[in-house]
């Protein structure tokens, strides 16, 4: 099966029709990043909020030295909070130490919760351990979401010092949130993380109890 032109998906990305433009972009996933950014920044204003969105995580996909400051950028100033959150979620997948700060900002100032899940999400994929206090401090939201985010993200930068802190969720009525935990505790290893999982194999919810031992299989063997 032969894939469009560039010329024709340009074309096609200028066309009157939002059905049009979203096939378009959705087949710039088989075109080379330099090759699709100039692409992709036809339809970063698109009227239709959905192919804006699609623009933003192709930038996080398609990384050029243009997809950095253009998602900062939009993280920063653009005025609909889910263009931020995607731009927070982008700035994740290209993993570039320079968006701790950024992330940081958005994390603590957004007034928007799902950018600031995103922002906890994106810091926990730099895993950088500058990004500690934040996540700990997602952990005291009360917003399950949010807390489902610190947790992985906590896992993902190694934080082992929090597991203290991680395992007072272990009775959390949210299943999400122990399942996330109990992803977490298997690359947290230290004697509190191998008790906590070992409760958490008996949880009531399945995906918890698979979760669990996982992460369990995991800490034994690296005990072994």
Known sequence: MSHPSLATLSQQLESDNSKDRMVALAQLRDVAPLEAMPLIKKVL?????????????????KQTEESYPILIKLLETD???????DAAGALGYLQDERALKPLLRAFYEDTSWLVRFSAAVSLGNLGRPEAKDAL??????????????AIAALGEIGAVETVDRLVTFVSSENWLVRQRLAEALGVLPCEKSLAAVKFLVKDDHPQVRE??????????????
């Open 45 to 61: 204003d698109d009227e239709v909020l959905q192919i804006r969105s699609m623009a933003v995580f192709a930038l996080g996909i």
């Open 79 to 85: 005025a609909d909070y889910g263009i931020r959150a």
């Open 136 to 149: 700990i401090q997602a952990l005291d939201s009360g917003e399950a979401i949010l807390e489902q985010a």
């Open 211 to 224: 979760a669990a031992q996982y992460s369990l299989d995991r800490l034994s063997n690296s005990n072994s």
